[in-house]
């Protein structure tokens, strides 16, 4: 058994951990934003060596720290952006639904909570949230202009880039939902390698799955195709709706190109550093992301990892 003391350890560790991580994101915003994506890690480690309840009391002990230090605005956007991930993906992991299930559960739960929260804001506050994103963008684009015209950009060339940047800020605050529902599924992957690595490290039982094995469920192409047909309905709502859900969709079945690309560099041993210049060519060059999506896609038919495809390489 776990001595309670111990249990009260790990939660003041947790506690510090996990609002100085958080902390590093709010007041550092280039510097501290890789830190401030593991929010959820500090939680979801001690949920997984003691249990719902000291990760619980790890979440309520950064709360109360971050009121003590902080402001409510800054616990609130903690609740909304590690909180809920910090409890709802060790619940999944625990329940043995694997590291791919566990990471899209816990998104969507996330996103649901972030969803009616939104809604009771709304509802309390009379505020327009459409339009709080849309003056969050343009003060964005402003500040960034600014800049560049401090840098010495001038005529013609500033006046394209503030286009550009405006064009891409529509697009921004159309597939904004998506958008947000994909940097969950970011950050909660990141925050499950950290913590499995630490947990496989200690010689603590956690059954994450074969990332290389990831695959979609068959019938969600079906979702897809539906999707992309409702993306050419004029009307705006469906629309939009459409092209939000084609972006999620397009990161489920980017996923699953990613796994199958893992696999076979495994299976041919392809070097560190042609792996290396791979994933830089996929961070600087963003179309190659349609084409791994297309290869998650195409897999439904071809199943690149079946073992008579293997035999026959």
């Not at 402001?71 to 625990?94: C, H, K, N, R, W």
């Not at 064009?167 to 904004?176: D, H, P, S």
């Amino acid at each position: 058994m776990n001595p309670p003391q111990g249990k009260v350890f790990d939660v003041i560790k947790g506690s510090v951990a996990t609002v100085t991580l958080f902390l590093a994101f709010v007041y550092l915003p280039v510097v501290g934003t890789i830190p401030g994506l593991f929010a959820s890690a500090p939680a979801v480690f001690y949920t997984l060596k003691r249990g719902r309840g000291t990760g619980l009391g790890v979440v309520l002990g950064s709360c109360a720290l971050l009121l003590a230090i902080a402001d409510p605005a800054a616990t609130a956007i903690y609740l909304l952006q590690a909180g809920v991930l910090s409890m709802a993906l060790p619940e999944f992991l625990a329940r043995g639904k694997g590291g791919a299930r566990s990471v899209i559960y816990a998104v969507a739960v996330n996103v649901s909570v972030l969803l009616a929260a939104a809604v009771v804001y709304g509802l309390a506050t009379g505020a327009d949230l459409q339009a709080k994103i849309t003056k969050g963008v343009q003060n964005s684009i402003n500040q960034t202009a600014l800049l560049y015209e401090k840098a010495g950009v001038k005529g013609d060339d500033l006046k394209a880039l503030n286009d550009s940047m405006h064009q891409a800020g529509q697009l921004v605050v159309t597939i904004y939902p998506a958008m947000v529902t994909v940097a969950y599924g970011v950050i909660a992957c990141m925050n499950l390698l950290l913590v499995a690595g630490i947990v496989s490290r200690m010689g603590m039982p956690l059954q994450v799955g074969d990332f290389k094995k990831y695959k979609n469920p068959e019938p969600l192409v079906w979702l897809l195709i539906a999707a992309g047909f409702c993306a050419l309905v004029p009307e705006n709502i469906v629309h939009l709706s459409a092209l939000n859900v084609l972006i999620v969709l397009g990161a489920l079945y980017s996923t699953q190109g990613l796994a199958i690309i893992s696999f076979f560099f495994q299976k041919l041993a392809v070097p560190v550093f042609i792996r290396l210049l791979a994933t830089l060519l996929l961070v600087f060059q963003p179309m190659m992301v349609l084409a791994i999506a297309a290869l998650g896609i195409f897999d439904l038919w071809a199943d690149f990892r079946s073992p008579n495809k293997q035999e026959n390489l």
